[in-house]
C-alpha cells in the first residue's frame, strides 16, 4: 500500500512540477533572447549615431579650418550635427561614467568647432575626436561582453 501512495504521490509531483519547470525555463531563455537583441539593437544605433556625428564634426572642422565655406553652406551641417549630438546624448546612460565622459566630449566638439575665432584651433577637434572612439570603444566593448553573457 505505501508503495502506491508512493508511486502516485510521484506521478503526481512529476505531472505539476515538470510544467513549472518548462515554463521557468523558457521564460529565461525568451526574456535573455530579448534583452540580447535589444542590447545589440542599441549598440548599433549608438555606434552609427557615434560615427555619424564624428564624421560630419570632421568634415566641419576641416572646413572651417580651410575657411572654403560660407555660414549658408554650413549651417545645414550644423543642424545636423545637433540633431545627431542629441541622437548620442539620448542612447547614452547619465548614470555611467563612460557615457558622461562621451555627453561631456561631444559639447566640448561641438564648442571646438563652433567657437568664435579666438577660441578656434582645429586641432582640439582632432583630440576630442579621439577620445570620443577610445571611450566609445570601450562601452562597445563592455556592452557585447553583456550581450555574450546573455545569450
Known sequence: ??????????????????????????????????????????????????????????SLNQARSLGHQTYDDIYPKLQKSFELESKVLLLLNPNEDKHKKISDLTTKGRVSVFGTDDLYHPEVWNEIWYEIIRTSSAIFKEEWQRVKDLK
Open 1 to 58: 500500500m505505501e508503495i502506491e501512495y508512493i508511486s502516485a504521490l510521484t506521478a503526481l509531483g512529476a505531472v505539476v512540477l515538470s510544467p513549472l519547470v518548462a515554463y521557468f525555463s523558457v521564460y529565461h531563455q525568451v526574456r535573455a533572447s530579448v534583452l540580447s537583441t535589444n542590447r545589440q539593437k542599441w549598440i548599433d544605433d549608438l555606434r552609427n549615431a557615434v560615427s555619424e556625428y564624428c564624421g560630419l564634426m570632421n
